[in-house]
């Protein structure tokens, strides 16, 4: 009999798992954690404190790790913040914060390089195998060592949008490899249990062309949808990518929507709708109860 698997615990594993091979990748080289010169914005500041024993290298010693671990049940995830800036021209600059997983260890025969070198940042994602008999895909357990090229073209094919968002992230982030993760059920029935069948690392760039990833045509696009909300009047809006077609929604909302915790009555919450779409096929923005066309951002 199918085991059908509702949507909320399917949601936790896809979640869940990336998370456990992160930290079982990210392991720490000699005892030592790399430090950012600024504490991780996430932690609370008790947490801060016993993070904070670090040498003069900005390097934290491993000998604290079980007296954190008796603080905090669960270790949190091996994630750096890089704060970047982007100049996209007329004026108008783009702060991004992005996500780093680890750090690469320098190679054996870079040993004599400076310790002032800078650091080879590493992004690190994890592909989920269910079970390839009913996905239609290639069972990795028999062909990950023999024909990863097929495995991964597999993967590119049924997952091209999700390798693409990875890969565009890792670029933004400055990150010199994105590794990659091969995880599957140890019991297709049970998805409790993972075990990490192999990884392959990947330069950015270069994966982003066998990909075909035009990072250009990226740019254009979202200085495209810069362009078009710089017209619109002061205000809160909700950009929604449609599911079946190549358009983007907008939506004019109220300035306190999406901020408010406390439960409102039904005439709040009918006042306080975005306001809906005409049945035209075209997005449409609206603004002070008029309805304006608005134009098509298609995908790349």
Request: proline content about 6%; aromatic content about 8%; some cysteine.
């Amino acid at each position: 009999m199918l085991r059908i698997q509702t949507g909320f615990p399917f949601f936790l594993q896809r979640s869940r798992f990336p998370r456990c091979f992160v930290i079982s990748v990210a392991i720490i080289q000699g005892g030592k954690k790399f430090s950012f010169p600024e504490p991780n914005p996430f932690v609370d500041d008790e947490d801060e404190d016993d993070s904070d024993d670090s040498n003069e290298d900005g390097l934290g010693s491993g000998e604290d790790q079980p007296k954190r671990g008796e603080k905090n049940k669960e270790e949190l995830g091996s994630i750096g913040y890089r704060y970047r800036l982007f100049d996209l021209g007329n004026q108008i600059t783009l702060i991004v914060r992005c996500e780093v997983n680890g750090v690469l260890p320098p190679a054996a025969n870079d040993a004599d390089l400076p310790s002032q070198a800078p650091a080879q940042f590493v992004c690190i994602r994890a592909l989920n195998e269910f079970d390839s008999r009913y996905c239609g895909g290639v069972d990795w357990r028999s062909k990950l060592d023999t024909q990863r090229g097929a495995v991964l073209a597999s993967e590119i094919k049924n997952n091209a949008f999700k390798l693409a968002k990875w890969t565009a992230c890792s670029i933004l982030a400055g990150a010199d490899q994105l590794k990659l993760g091969f995880v599957s059920r140890v019991n297709p029935k049970d998805s409790s249990r993972h075990v990490i069948l192999g990884t392959q690392q990947f330069k950015p760039q270069e994966f982003a062309l066998q990909l075909n990833l035009n990072l250009d045509n990226a740019w254009g696009i979202l200085r495209c949808v810069i362009d078009f909300f710089m017209k619109l009047p002061e205000g809160k809006y909700l950009m929604l990518k449609d599911p079946n077609k190549a358009m983007l929604r907008i939506f004019a909302v109220p300035s306190d929507a999406f901020e408010s915790d406390v439960t409102t009555s039904s005439d709040d919450d009918a006042r306080n709708e975005p306001q809906k779409l005409s049945d035209s096929n075209e997005p449409v923005v609206v603004d002070s109860g008029k309805e304006k066309q608005a134009t098509n951002v298609t995908d790349s």
